[in-house]
Structures are given as structure tokens and as C-alpha cells.
């Protein structure tokens, strides 16, 4: 009997959290997003200053990723902190893609250079 995933399954919270994930992986900004956030953790303002979009769309794609269970948000003082969920085996995997990705590969290179200051 082979493991196929139904339409039906999809309708269960199990379907719904896995459909969350892809749709948060399918975007090269939240793809990005993660990789920047793969060694520290960063304000929405500081991920904002890396893309060339406004500060309600990286607003949007944190919800996206946050929806997913991928990052976690934390309020200090008046900023909200965003780091990656570390125990999440789709971040684990997602951090050995981005080693080979080239798109990815020097922005997880900047986060951690970055995290070492």
C-alpha cells in the first residue's frame, strides 16, 4: 500500500501545516528571509534593509513564516526580534540546501559573520 497524500488529507491540520510550509518555502524573499536569520536573530527593519520591497511586504512574508511554524518572534523593548525555529526538521533541511545553493550559500555566510560581532 503506497503512502499517497489525498486531497482529503489536506482538509486535516496536519495537511493545512504541511501546505503552510510549502507555500512559505515556495518564495525566494522568505527562502532568503531564512537564510538571513540562520545564525542570528534580526528586527523586521533589519531584514527590511536587505531586500529592495517595502516594510508591509517583509511584514507579510514574516506572517508567512511565522504561520508555518519556521520563525518565532520575540518583543524586546520596542523592536520584535525574528530568529528561525532551530529544532524544526525543515529548517534542518533548509540549512543544508542553502550550503549548496548558490543564492542562498553567501547570505546565511553574512548572517553568520554578522552573529560573530
Known sequence: MED???EGDLENDEGRSVQRIFNALSSLHRRKILAYLSASSLTAG???????MSKPSVSQHLTV???AGLIAKEKRGQ???YSIV???LINTLNGFAQEVCPVS???KRESQAKAKT
Open 86 to 88: 532551530a529544532n524544526n
Open 4 to 6: 499517497e497524500l489525498n
Open 65 to 67: 513564516l511565522e504561520n
Open 105 to 107: 550559500r553567501p547570505l
Open 46 to 52: 533589519e531584514i527590511a534593509e536587505r531586500f529592495n
Open 79 to 81: 523592536f520584535v526580534h
